[in-house]
């Protein structure tokens, strides 16, 4: 870690200039200062172009390091060309079963593993993922009796023999996909004014739940499978003065004011 501190990786560094100058571009024109969110704009486009002909090789199916951070990052800051992403995203599910299906990704870049792989496609290997009992994984800390999230994977032994912060949340980040994506209840604006009900059913999961007061009442999405036929049923509580986007598969997106609501629909199995 100190090392890290002393000598910065230039991929590492060089993606968040471009994530980060993008960002400041999206803050000026909300703010109205128009001068300023395209001087942003235009140095995040530079850095991009840069951090591409610096660290993509073979069309995306070579990145930096060559390490599933490298991927995550390029996928979810959308630093490579269209073009380049099914090459990339090919590759970060190749070293993610090269590592029997393990995240190897850092604190960086842990947060952004699932959405990436689900936004991509490939939610198959998200659950693969969130469902891993083996070291290093979420479900490995369970087996290990932990009732938070850990620094470390290793952070017990079982034995007596702890180490490092046992309240950390750089791999608690797992818990925004787990209710914005697995439970689908998630913040469209700010102050959950808008919501978006989407739940990614999978995982070998028969059903999820979350729910949260919200700055305008009690907000919910729990969902269960039954896997004999195929249906799911849903239950949905938005709060007052809120509304929200309901989009299940094979339906036209719906847009709801508050109230508690029960849908049913068929998935493939």
């Known amino acids: ?20 100058t993008r960002l400041l571009s999206n803050i000026a024109n909300i703010l109205g200062k128009q001068e300023d969110a395209e001087h942003y704009l235009a140095l995040s486009r530079r ?20 390490y599933q951070d490298d ?17 990339a ?10 590592a029997g299906y393990h995240l190897k990704t850092g604190f960086m ?3 952004l ?10 939610a198959d290997i998200a659950y693969r993922l969130l469902m891993q009992d083996t070291m290093p ?3 490995y800390l369970v087996q290990k009796d932990a009732t938070t999230l850990w620094e470390t994977w290793e952070g017990y032994d079982g034995k007596g023999k702890a180490k490092m912060s046992h309240n950390h ?34 995982g070998g999961l028969t059903h999820a739940e979350a729910s949260l007061e919200t700055p305008l009442g009690f907000a919910k999405s729990a969902w269960s499978l039954d896997k004999e036929v195929g249906i799911v049923r849903l239950e949905v509580v938005i709060p007052p003065c809120a509304t929200a986007e309901v989009v299940l598969p094979g339906r036209k997106v719906e847009t709801l004011g508050s109230g508690n609501y029960s849908f049913e629909y068929r998935i493939g199995l």
Not at 1 to 20: E, G, Q
Not at 113 to 122: H, I, N
Not at 182 to 201: F, N, S, T
């Open 1 to 20: 870690m100190i090392k890290d501190v002393l000598f910065p990786s230039a991929a590492v560094s060089t993606a968040y200039l471009a994530h980060s």
């Open 47 to 66: 850095t991009s172009e840069a951090w591409r002909t610096a660290f993509v090789r073979q069309r995306g199916a070579r990145i930096a390091e060559d």
């Open 71 to 87: 991927y995550v990052r390029a996928l979810a800051f959308n630093l490579i060309e269209p073009e380049q992403k099914p090459a």
């Open 89 to 98: 995203l090919e590759r970060l599910v190749e070293l993610i079963a090269q």
């Open 109 to 111: 870049s842990t947060g």
């Open 113 to 122: 593993l699932l959405p990436v792989l689900a936004e991509y496609g490939r």
């Open 137 to 139: 994984s979420w479900l």
């Open 169 to 202: 949340y750089a791999f608690g980040t797992v818990a925004q996909w787990l209710q914005e994506s697995v439970a689908g209840l998630k913040a469209v604006e700010p102050g959950y004014r808008k919501i978006r009900i989407e739940p990614l059913v999978g």
